[in-house]
């Protein structure tokens, strides 16, 4: 039968159709495109208002933020400059007042008077920033430390620039409350206006109708506020994203942060002619707002247009602001714009393209129809295959046309395939479900057929948000084509395989073991209708392995680098010596063993702490290796100790040159938590194969080199000479003596006569060591007590010291010479490493000698290493019924905070001040100072070397209470002290 005759009826039916389907396409498109433009066009305009809208909303919140974050750092600095004022107004009033209440009965008023300001005159605080001033209720003012020009005249007429007058206004506050702040304007030193603001506290003392006061400087304290604020730059950022910081500066031009630090900018134009910066400051001025500007280039940027928000801290003479560039706004719309166009554009010839081949194939076919029926037919089979939707096959007796029943037959031959395709696969599907793997079916157009429990909860979703969706769905179409694709491509070719990758999760990113499977419907079937993808999360096995493999490495760098700097350590620094040296006798030339040692490193630690050394050390080995040639090796060997290794040298001058760089590196401070540390280093050189012709033997005279530089004064370089090594066995022998000399009890204690000023009596004895060498006969302590202290020998040295002096003193006793103290010194190295206040006890009981008859004395530079350990020993030894005394007073820093906290009961005044009394008049004013200072707070004082008679005869008139020196006698043994004694 002729099939074209049978289907006559449909075959322009499908063409209708088609041109129909065409028409509705094109339409639709034409719409769809319109639209979508329109669209686009309004929400272009709309994101471009919001977004300027925000970006303006923006610049205000940062700005305001930062100068909220200003206002509370400008009144913790009026709050602490407050407190430090009054807290030195306490200081000062109770100096005064203890100063009248020890001489109101014995001396003047006006004697008084002199004492309380001369004694406050002395003292400043806050770098000398800081002074006192008397005023008395009248008006006159008593005491001006720093304009004394000013004292004995009235002062209520004094007015500043502000019109206030300044004393009447103070004397104001002592008659309502007694004591109280007062802030006003005043001129600063070498400063002609009086336009600073001051803060001041006054006290009555009431003694004397004396208002006893001092001022601090605000803009002082704010000065480091505004310092901090510069440097903060966690507070400057304004936007984390693009990095884009607040900038600052004064009303008359200077930037004090980015673009252009410290820089004058008052006259920068723009390409438009425009003040920039001069808009900016009149726009602060008037309350802020926004100024918009063409932004010169910096630094080799192009010109563009800015908009910047500013507002104005009026006391600093500061403009603040943040500012956004508006060609970045138009560009990011501009590219959006351009990118919707081009998508509208490929989408338009895609469906033009489409629906041209669409028409073409459409026609082709059609024109097929009329010549190959069965090629016709067999289409329309297929066309029918895809309409079925129901596992319900077609009843051919109730078809009522005949051309119809052969294309149902066909229809039902599929449907019954369908069936028996759709039976197998639910079985797999309860298979897949019931897997604790990830299991998932998926066809050839990506989409799943079928997952497990385990794939389900592995993306947190339902089972009908992935079933029937593909792939690209699921992961992202991008993902999907960079990551999975290819191997969904491999297994649906047929291939079996495994693999490994990271995949995403609704928890993150998991690593994932699968293994790929092709699902075939039939055997004889070229390529799979599907394929079947098991998965198994190993993310923790692969972190556990990652993890062993990093432990494996980090022990291999630890056992080669040093673990703060991660320089390389001794063990990996010898072996590249050992290559160097190889180097050198192939090659030829030198190499230098350079040790560094940073001087006074320890203080750092002791002060601050090990967390700010460690982050120094870290910022030195930084600035080295920015230093040294790359061929050369620095190495950190342990604490403040370096070594550079340095290769390739043919002239000794090479060696200065990279030396000269490293000491050029302690030029610049180093700085932790805004705190400046400026360090010094002291170097040694060795050279191969000058000095040495292994590393072991490099580096050990490299070290005793690096000694010289220490004992040259540090802070400098030293090659290595055979000299040292020589000095090296001279110290092991000065050592290895001192150790003979403690076993062979070489030691022998002198002592020298203290005397009453005022009654000419023996008060006390001062015990002193000597060293009855076998060779050189009796050594001084200069000779070996610093040697001692730095081996830590005088720990035993001085126990032996201490018993001798307990011994003797009570074989006086006995005798009847003395009956006076025993002054012995302490070192505190043995304060360090021993404990000395057990070895005190065990000293006392065993020479049953009466610890009242004991003087410790100690050195102030001492005590201030650690003053709050050394108050609490003192006051135990104090306890026991000692007296203690500090020797050489006046030679160290003294904090009188501690002074006033520490236990003594005697100052020995240093003999580098009694030397030149009474010929120079600045010693005589230190002097007298201390007499002054003891004597307030109740404590002896004892003069060191006096020699003239003059000396004795100041010091007594001066108030100084006894004294020692060569004017009564030397030092001398127990033997000579007893005739001593017995003449005197």
Not at 329 to 344: A, V, Y
Request: proline share 2%; aromatic share 12%; net charge negative.
């Amino acid at each position: 039968m002729d099939l074209h005759k049978k289907l006559s009826l449909f075959h322009y039916f499908h063409i209708i159709a088609l041109i129909l389907f065409v028409t509705f396409a094109s339409t639709f498109f034409a719409l769809s495109f319109y639209n979508a433009k329109i669209k686009f066009e309004k929400e272009s305009h709309r994101l471009q208002k919001e977004y300027s809208d925000s970006k303006k909303k923006m610049l205000i919140t940062e700005v305001d933020r930062f100068l909220e974050h200003i206002e509370e750092k400008r009144q913790e600095a009026y709050a602490q400059t407050q407190q430090l004022v009054k807290t030195r107004v306490y200081e000062a009033y109770e100096i005064a007042t203890k100063l009248y209440q020890t001489y109101h009965k014995t001396h003047s008023d006006a004697q008084i008077a002199t004492m309380i300001v001369d004694t406050l005159r002395l003292l400043r605080y806050e770098n000398n920033k800081g002074y006192y001033f008397i005023t008395h209720l009248d008006g006159t003012e008593i005491l001006f430390a720093d304009r004394p020009e000013l004292e004995g005249q009235n002062m209520l007429k004094m007015v500043n620039s502000e019109g206030r007058y300044i004393v009447k206004g103070m004397l104001d506050v002592i008659q309502s409350t007694k004591e109280g702040f007062y802030d006003y304007a005043w001129s600063k030193p070498l400063e002609s206006k009086d336009t600073f603001k001051k803060i001041a506290y006054v006290k009555l003392f009431e003694p004397f109708d004396w208002m006893i006061g001092t001022g601090f400087y605000l803009d002082d304290m704010e000065s480091k506020v505004q310092e901090k604020i510069l440097n903060d730059e966690k507070h400057l950022l304004a936007e984390k994203q693009s990095g884009n910081y607040l900038f600052i500066g004064t009303w008359d031009g200077v930037s004090l942060t980015y673009p252009a630090k410290n820089k004058n900018m008052y006259a920068l134009q723009d390409s438009n002619g425009k003040f920039i910066v001069q808009e900016l400051i009149e726009k602060a001025k008037k309350g802020g707002g926004f100024v918009e500007y063409m932004m010169p280039p910096f630094k080799g940027q192009k010109s563009l247009s800015k908009m910047s928000y500013v507002e104005s801290i009026d006391d600093w003479k500061w403009y603040v602001g943040a500012g956004i560039y508006v060609d970045d706004l138009n560009h990011e719309l501009f590219e959006l714009k351009m990118t919707i166009d081009e998508e509208l554009k490929r989408t338009l010839y895609s469906i033009l393209f489409w629906m041209l081949v669409f028409s073409v194939v459409m026609g082709g076919f059609y024109l097929i129809i009329s010549r190959k029926i069965r090629k016709d037919f067999d289409l329309f089979i297929t066309f029918f295959d895809s309409l079925v939707n129901k596992d319900q096959l077609i009843d051919t007796s109730k078809v009522k046309f005949k051309e119809f029943e052969e294309l149902a037959n066909h229809a039902n031959v599929m449907l019954k395939a369908k069936i028996f395709s759709n039976k197998h696969l639910e079985q797999y599907k309860k298979i897949v479900s019931s897997s604790d793997d990830f299991l998932a079916l998926i066809d050839r157009n990506y989409t799943y057929l079928a997952i497990s429990e385990a794939y389900q909860k592995f993306f947190n979703k339902r089972k009908e948000e992935i079933l029937g969706h593909s792939m690209p769905e699921l992961y992202g179409a991008q993902y999907f084509v960079e990551n999975l694709k290819h191997l969904s491509d491999r297994v649906l070719g047929g291939e079996t395989f495994e693999h490994e990758f990271w995949a995403l999760a609704s928890f993150g990113k998991r690593f994932l073991h699968t293994k790929y499977f092709p699902y075939y419907e039939n055997e004889d079937d070229p390529l799979p209708m599907a394929y079947v993808v098991s998965a198994r999360d190993n993310t923790e096995k692969k972190a556990n392995e990652e993890r062993l493999l990093a432990s494996e490495k980090e022990l291999e760098f630890l056992a080669h680098n040093d673990a703060l700097t991660g320089l390389p350590n001794r063990l990996l620094l010898t072996d590249r010596i050992a290559h160097a040296i190889e180097n050198s006798k192939r090659q030829g030339g030198m190499i230098a063993v350079c040790f560094l040692d940073l001087d006074n490193f320890k203080k750092i630690n002791d002060s601050y702490g090990h967390s700010y050394g460690d982050e120094i050390l870290k910022q030195l080995a930084l600035r080295l290796q920015g230093r040294i040639r790359h061929c050369d090796t620095l190495s950190r060997i342990g604490g403040d100790e370096f070594i550079l290794l340095v290769e390739n040298i043919k002239e000794k001058h090479e060696i200065e040159v990279i030396i000269a760089k490293i000491q050029a590196i302690f030029e610049e401070p180093f700085i932790n938590k805004s705190q400046k540390f400026f360090l010094s280093a002291s170097i040694g050189v060795s050279v191969y194969p000058d000095h040495g012709t292994d590393g072991e033997t490099l580096i050990k005279n490299a070290d005793t080199a690096m000694y010289k530089a220490k004992e040259a004064g540090k802070n400098t370089y030293t090659f290595y000479t055979l000299d040292m090594t020589i000095a090296s066995y001279e110290r092991i022998g000065m050592e290895n003596a001192l150790r003979e000399a403690i076993k062979e009890k070489q030691f022998v204690v002198y002592y020298q006569p203290q005397i009453d000023l005022k009654t000419g009596k023996l008060i006390g004895l001062e015990a002193l060591l000597r060293w009855n060498h076998p060779l050189e006969g009796i050594l001084p302590p200069g000779r070996f007590i610093a040697f001692s202290e730095e081996t830590h020998l005088i720990v035993e040295i001085g126990a032996w010291i201490l018993k001798q002096t307990c011994i003797d003193l009570v074989s006086l006793h006995h005798e009847r010479l003395f009956n006076g103290t025993i002054s012995v010194n302490i070192s505190g190295v043995q304060i360090e490493f021993s404990d000395f206040l057990s070895t005190l006890k065990e000293t006392i009981a065993e020479t049953k000698v009466d610890p009242s008859m004991l003087e410790i004395e100690v050195t102030e530079s001492f005590i201030m290493h650690d003053p709050e350990r050394w108050i609490v020993l003192l006051k135990e030894m104090q306890h026991l019924g000692m007296s203690i005394a500090i020797d050489d007073f006046g030679t160290g820093y003294s904090s009188l905070s501690y002074l006033r906290k520490l236990p003594i009961n005697k100052l020995k005044i240093d003999m580098s001040f009694v030397k030149d009394i009474p010929k120079l008049e600045d010693a005589c004013a230190i002097v007298n100072s201390i007499i002054n200072l003891a004597q307030n707070m109740k404590i002896t004082t004892l003069a060191e070397g006096i020699e003239h008679k003059d000396q004795e005869d100041y010091l007594a008139e001066h108030g100084c209470e006894q004294g020692q020196g060569y004017l009564y006698a030397k030092p001398m043994s127990l033997k000579n002290l007893k005739t001593w004694i017995q003449k005197f």
